[in-house]
């Protein structure tokens, strides 16, 4: 199993949508989760930190269930801003502090 | 506030020359990380520091591969001899303790 698995889709939606995206992790021993945001060839840029009780910020919503391992990306009322690729961010546990990169989910805004 | 200063923007050089990768962390932060984007394997650690110390290096992927951090506001990575399959884009980040890290703009390299 990969240690973090995305969809890479693309996802296509309509402006104004709601898009939501999974990712899965592998190391039960994470214990930071993010998602970054990278705009093509671009750096990638911290979107959201995640948290155990679910947070918000503006229109986009995470959450994390670690039971079952996966972590959400909820969008609402979409923009054409919005488009870029979303990339699920674990670190790797036990006391390291490294980050583990998902290859990230595409989204596409459509007009 | 400056960011994290990578350079060169863009390198192409033929295989078997030295390449060298510079990084000036923000300042204050005690952790740079250098990782390489490719499209088939996405974005991969390479190797971090805390304090200028390398921790963690497992993701250098060969000897080839060397980095160093003489001082807080400096780190590179090297490559020699390069080969065409280092071609990539490499990001240099830092971040201070354990907030979430912070990307400089990376290196595209091509290796001819």
């Known amino acids: 199993r990969k240690e973090v698995e995305q969809d890479p889709g693309p996802f296509n939606v309509p402006e104004g949508a709601t898009v939501a995206f999974n990712c899965t992790y592998s190391n039960s021993a994470s214990q930071s989760f993010f998602w970054y945001r990278q705009d093509c060839r671009k750096e990638p840029k911290l979107l959201m930190s995640v948290y155990s009780s679910g947070n918000e910020d503006g229109r986009f919503t995470a959450q994390l269930n670690r039971a079952s391992q996966y972590i959400s990306l909820l969008i609402r009322d979409s923009k054409l801003s919005d488009s870029a690729t979303y990339l699920c961010?674990?670190?790797?546990?036990?006391?390291?502090?490294?980050?583990?990169f998902g290859k990230g989910t595409h989204l596409i805004i459509q007009p | 506030d400056a960011g994290v200063i990578q350079s060169p923007r863009h390198e192409v050089t033929e295989m078997g020359q030295e390449v060298t990768l510079r990084c000036k962390p923000i300042s204050g932060h005690d952790y740079l990380f250098w990782y390489r984007q490719t499209m088939m394997r996405g974005l991969e650690l390479l190797i971090y520091f805390n304090n200028n110390v390398p921790i963690d290096d497992s993701g250098m992927p060969e000897d080839r591969f060397s980095a160093k951090m003489p001082n807080a506001s400096f780190s590179t990575l090297k490559i020699q001899p390069s080969e065409p399959r280092d071609s990539a884009v490499y990001f240099c980040a830092s971040s201070f303790s354990h907030q979430p890290q912070h990307f400089g703009d990376g290196t595209r390299l091509s290796i001819l």
């Open positions: 961010v674990v670190n790797k546990g036990g006391g390291a502090d490294g980050l583990t």
